[in-house]
């Protein structure tokens, strides 16, 4: 599938609306606004600067905010967003004025604008009717079904079905598409190479997010020999690095820009180590530490800080010092401490000197200003089953979020509103799905969709299948 071609069609919901809102007399004063008011204002001031304006308005200024919408867009996004990219994205029709006459990043930020009130306004879910089988294959004999492996959910385009080590050929890994079939396999070689799972994967937490360009696709695995090595999904490409593992690897991450490599191997004599690997500087960046505790958690970010989840703390390390500065998490043995998918936030249980909430409530941590969002669990917990999150997927522009709960919850909480204790919760329900995958994964596509993977122990067989969570009223096909 080439890479030229955006795969997202985030723009979804039709709403019967006019096709360009009424400028009020004292917003035509926004003609007059220099550029460097305009570069300073937020996301959402860019949205009503956008929705106060017409196609038919001063060229000069609709040209300077057009540039200002696409600089804000590809700070969040990306700078590899361009006009060119937004022009293949779908937007709502009450944007087309503004796309036909050459301001697609004005068209952009005013499509999610309505698409994104029409959610916040109805607060409803209206879920697919039934869900879609992707892939299947019988169960090892000696393996439990309930321990197959999970779908692993690496954007809002794609996720990655990986066979377990203790499964017949472990060395292959399959690629699908969230809304075609499966779309290539990684020249991985046999004989016993394996993928190293995910970071999250012993707590069962998953991260997403729909880009609106698809990221780099890489992911780690082990040879025979203990030799690390990078698989690139899409350009189907080997990478050998110069890192040998001596027991056996349990988690490790790359950072998005793929220059950071870090693994997590638990040797016999000297127990859990961490190696960390920096390929640009190269085989002298190699560095092992020994971690004094037991890892849950591995991500690295992109200015090569890694973040190292445990059960009762988690762990910053500056990889140029090596020196881990601890978190102490309150009242929770859940170690959920990692980087959500595009590196903008770490994601983390309330630290011990926090005020207090309901269990279950989540922390973003913005890497960017140093400021939090918390992430409120509004509703207790159903029946037995534990109230911390199990996925997590943020929406185009990080403008929404959704977290389901091991215990089948879902809430969606937009970023942009707090109110209370944290992030407002625009709508809540229980996964339809809940009694037969608890854990599922979520991605975005755009604002308006929310596809939820899952697997399903059906006549004898493993399925991986999706069902899609229309929000805010029905979606247009």
Request: negative net charge.
């Amino acid at each position: 599938m080439p890479l030229t071609t955006p795969l997202t069609t985030p723009l979804m919901v039709q709403i019967p609306v006019a096709p360009f809102p009424p400028v009020p007399a004292d917003m035509r004063v926004l003609d007059c606004l220099p550029w460097p008011d305009l570069k300073e204002r937020t996301l959402q001031g860019l949205m009503d600067v956008c929705l106060a304006c017409s196609p038919a308005g001063q060229t000069a200024f609709l040209v300077r905010l057009d540039q200002a919408a696409l600089a804000k867009i590809s700070d969040v996004e990306g700078v590899d967003v361009t006009a060119d990219v937004l022009r293949y994205v779908r937007i709502h029709p009450a944007a087309h004025g503004w796309m036909a006459a050459g301001y697609p990043a004005i068209a952009y930020l005013a499509s999610t604008y309505h698409v994104y009130e029409s959610i916040r306004s109805q607060g409803c879910v209206c879920p697919w009717p039934a869900s879609i089988p992707l892939w299947s294959r019988k169960p090892a004999a000696d393996f439990m079904l309930h321990l197959e492996p999970r779908p692993q959910a690496r954007d809002g385009r794609m996720f990655i079905v990986s066979n377990n080590e203790l499964l017949p050929a472990r060395h292959s890994v399959q690629l699908f598409d969230i809304i075609a079939h499966s779309i290539g396999f990684p020249e991985v070689p046999a004989g016993g190479n394996k993928e190293v799972g995910p970071a999250g994967v012993r707590v069962n937490v998953a991260s997403a997010k729909d880009f609106l360009r698809a990221p780099v696709e890489l992911s780690v695995w082990v040879s025979t020999g203990n030799w690390v090595f990078l698989c690139d999904a899409m350009r189907m490409e080997r990478i050998a690095l110069p890192m040998q593992v001596k027991g056996g690897a349990i988690l490790a991450d790359v950072s998005r820009n793929g220059r950071y490599v870090a693994l997590i191997s638990i040797d016999i004599d000297t127990g859990p180590l961490l190696a960390f690997y920096d390929r640009t500087a190269g085989r002298d960046s190699l560095r092992v530490s020994r971690l004094t505790f037991v890892p849950s958690q591995l991500s690295v970010a992109d200015d090569g800080v890694l973040f190292v989840g445990g059960e009762q703390h988690g762990y910053r390390m500056n990889a140029d010092t090596c020196v881990l500065a601890a978190y102490a998490y309150r009242q929770t043995p859940f170690g959920l401490f990692r980087l959500s998918a595009d590196g903008g936030f770490l994601i983390r249980p309330c630290l011990v000197e926090e005020a207090q909430g309901l269990e279950g409530d989540i922390v973003l941590e913005d890497r960017r200003d140093s400021g939090c969002i918390v992430l409120p669990r509004v509703s207790p917990p159903r029946s037995y089953l534990n109230p911390w999150p199990g996925s997590i997927a943020f929406s185009v522009l990080n403008l929404l979020v959704a977290v389901a709960y091991q215990d089948g919850r879902l809430q969606v909480f937009d970023l942009q509103q707090a109110e209370g204790r944290g992030a407002r919760v625009l709508m809540e329900t229980d996964l339809p799905m809940a009694d037969k995958q608890p854990l599922p994964c979520l991605c975005f596509e755009g604002l308006d969709r929310l596809h939820v993977l899952f697997r399903q122990c059906l006549d004898g067989r493993v399925y991986l299948a999706r069902t899609t969570l229309c929000l805010g009223g029905e979606a247009s096909c």
